[in-house]
């Protein structure tokens, strides 16, 4: 079924790479004009001439710990297409040097928490008015199934962020629900983007300590994540706020996982 939401405008963070890129071009598949914000200028232009031109993508510079670049990135959405109907906030980063709480320095914690948490909220933030004067509306932030179970490697900043994503969004969703406006975490599982390949590249071993725990028996690809994120986006899922959307391949109801 095409043109799930056709018409309609999107914001996408992290939009160059990884979920946010194949996000994107569903998108754009499904008849949504996207707005991205990304750092990758080279790649972002590129971006938006293979989806067609300004008439269905605008690429915005944007670094999501700034409020004022946050806020500048959803008001092109509204002057250029008229509407923010949809924001998907995915930015995120999982440096090496976030480790266990042992190793792991306060500088390197701080970092990922404004990447991760506080660009998320400064996301909803910009969004919000927007939507609540349409009166609809649709946020999906992206969380991680760390957010729900502990990690088999740690990596403890980066857990607790998503962790605050997850809560973060329920509180929305609930506080928006009757004004329109659904609110929902996406919880990936391990997923097949150039973060898991420069994880694998930097080490080998604990990548591969993270498959061991997909019941599946492989990572997820890029696309399937942003199949659930046109879920969430659409009507199809009008019924569902404040929700924990796992697509973890069965991490998260595993007990054992078979060999």
């Known amino acids: 079924m095409a043109g799930r939401i056709e018409g309609r405008t999107a914001v996408v963070t992290g939009g160059c790479s990884g979920i946010g890129l194949a996000t994107v071009r569903r998108f754009v598949e499904e008849g949504a004009r996207v707005v991205i914000g990304d750092i990758d200028d080279a790649g972002g232009e590129a971006l938006v001439a293979e989806l067609g031109g300004p ?30 109907d949809i924001a998907f906030n995915n930015a995120g980063i999982s440096p090496p040097e976030d480790d266990s709480i042992l190793d792991t320095d306060l500088d390197a914690w701080r970092k990922v928490q404004e990447v991760n948490l506080t660009s998320v909220y400064l996301c909803c ?20 199934f760390v957010a729900v ?51 694998f590249a930097s080490d080998a071993e604990r990548a591969a300590r993270r498959l061991v725990h997909v019941p599946m028996g492989r990572f997820a690809e890029p696309e399937e994540m942003a199949n659930a994120v046109l879920f969430l986006a659409s009507d199809e899922s009008s019924f569902m706020t404040a929700n924990t959307f796992l697509v973890d391949g069965g991490i998260s109801g595993a007990y054992v996982t078979p060999l």
């Open 55 to 84: 008439e269905v993508a605008t690429y915005v510079h944007v670094d999501v710990t700034s409020k004022d670049e946050v806020d500048a990135l959803f008001r092109t959405a509204k002057d250029t297409y008229g509407s923010v």
């Open 149 to 199: 179970m502990g990690a088999a490697t740690s990596q403890i900043s980066y857990s607790a962020s998503k962790g605050g994503v997850l809560s973060m969004s329920r509180e929305l969703g609930v506080q928006f629900a009757r004004e329109g406006v659904r609110v929902n975490a996406l919880c990936p599982g391990p997923v097949n983007t150039p973060l898991l390949k420069e994880l």
């Open 125 to 144: 933030k910009a969004a919000l008015p927007y939507m609540l004067e349409q009166k609809r509306g649709s946020i999906i932030n992206t969380a991680s």
